[in-house]
């Protein structure tokens, strides 16, 4: 098994920025990626950003590119989502996921960015 447990969240004006925290605990060994995923009021759960923990490749939606940025601290087991120039599309519920081959996704509880002036 895999805890995932997120913070970071809260309200930020359009312009502003955020960090978002997932600290990993448990069957962290096997993790194979690690990232982001938003849902909006009505929307369907999307992906923001992954990274895969051996070489630390990366990959955005294209509505983040440039402005958000993923990174992991294999010593702390954290992964983090650094997010600049926030617009107001970008409030969502923030979901923090962890993929090991062969079992179910894990996710956070998740943790809620509203950009709103």
């Known amino acids: 098994q895999v805890q995932l447990v997120e913070s970071g969240g809260g309200l930020v004006q359009p312009g502003g920025s955020l960090r978002l925290s997932c600290a990993a605990s448990?069957?962290?060994?096997?993790?194979?990626?690690m990232g982001w995923f938003r849902q909006a009021p009505g929307k369907q759960r999307e992906l923001v950003a992954v990274?895969?923990?051996?070489?630390?490749?990366?990959n955005y939606a294209d509505s983040v590119k440039g402005r958000f940025t993923i990174s992991r601290d294999s010593a702390k087991n954290t992964v983090y989502l650094q997010m600049n120039s926030l617009k107001p599309e970008d409030t969502a519920a923030y979901y923090c996921?962890?993929?090991?081959?062969?079992?179910?996704?894990?996710w956070g509880q998740g943790t809620q960015v509203t950009v709103s002036s």
């Open positions: 996921n962890a993929v090991r081959l062969g079992y179910p996704h894990y």
């Open positions: 448990g069957s962290i060994y096997s993790i194979y990626r």
């Open positions: 990274i895969i923990t051996e070489g630390g490749s990366t």
